[in-house]
């Protein structure tokens, strides 16, 4: 009698610890899905006014943020993310987890890439995923740990893995460590998700740096600069804004204005031949 227990009770009590699972994971879902401040945010700010102004203060750490890149423009939307894990845990590991398809499209990362962002590659772990279910698994691990700053997942094209359910897991990892999560994606469209902002980025004009001298400006390389949209934001509004990335600080800023040459005029136009015939008559 020892060996076989009562199956009625034990199956009640599996019933209710399964019943109490289910209502502790709605409650927590609830939470996250109310609009309130009823998870506390702790939040850096990025360096341009009017980005942190429509932030409340900054970037939120301990949540998932996703970047989109304007159309296949993976460069830009990879120097965004670098910036944001920048400022969000500039001295703590940086966990990378790759699809390995990212690696065929946009090629490998570059550590010396990563050092010219101001970014110390010392710092970062790269993870390669044989395809999106394995890329969810490790950085739903790696969010599991406190020790990490940042985790970025960078997965290519239409993953229908990454749906709402995936993207929750992700962001309860990342309100239950304080680990920020960073969802790269590539040749996708914004499907619904617990995302607490969305970006979708693409180069902009980039100024020649001046260090150089004017003579030389032609062969150096400018501040990187990206064109941010900022189109879901859960606790303020959204925009769109030019910010650069400055390398040293590693903060964004606006843009400086940045004076072009104007060439002179041809003394052969019509209007100027007409002016300089009427000041010979007066003269």
């Known amino acids: ?8 009770h034990f199956g009640g009590s599996c019933d209710t610890a399964r019943t109490n699972m289910l ?14 401040e009823t998870h506390v945010l702790n ?14 203060g900054g970037l939120a750490t301990g ?41 065929i499209e946009s090629g490998a990362l570059s550590m010396s890439g990563l050092s010219e962002l101001g970014f ?32 970025v997942l960078e997965v290519w094209g239409e993953a229908r893995q990454f749906d709402l359910v995936a993207s929750r897991k992700l962001t309860l990892a ?4 304080g680990v920020s999560c960073l969802v790269l994606r590539v040749a996708a469209e914004p499907q619904p998700s617990t995302a607490e902002t969305r970006w979708i980025v693409q180069a902009a004009r980039s100024p020649p740096a001046r260090s150089l001298g004017p003579e ?7 501040a ?30 606006e843009p400086a204005p940045y004076p072009q040459p104007v060439a002179a005029a041809p003394v052969h136009r019509s209007h100027q031949a007409a002016t300089r015939a009427l000041q010979r008559r007066v003269g």
């Open 23 to 36: 209502a502790s994971l709605r409650s927590r879902l609830e939470r996250l899905e109310t609009p309130g």
């Open 224 to 253: 990187p600069v990206f064109d941010a949209q900022l189109v879901r934001n859960r606790h303020g509004p959204v925009g769109q804004w030019i910010m650069e990335w400055k390398c040293d600080e590693r903060l964004f800023s």
């Open 216 to 222: 030389m400006s032609w062969c150096a390389w400018g």
């Open 174 to 177: 990342a309100q239950a460590s």
């Open 120 to 151: 110390d590659p010392r710092l970062m772990v790269s993870v390669r995923a044989f395809n999106v279910d394995t890329a969810l698994r490790s950085t739903a691990d790696a969010l599991a740990c406190d020790a990490v700053g940042t985790v």
């Open 1 to 8: 009698m020892i060996l076989s227990p009562n199956r009625s």
């Open 43 to 56: 939040r850096v700010p990025l360096g341009h006014a009017a980005a942190d102004a429509a932030l409340r």
């Open 63 to 103: 949540a998932m943020h996703e970047v989109f890149a304007q159309g296949r423009q993976s460069g830009a939307a990879t120097g965004l993310v670098v910036g944001f894990a920048g400022r969000l845990s500039p001295r703590r590991p940086l966990v990378w987890v790759r699809q390995d398809f990212c690696e």
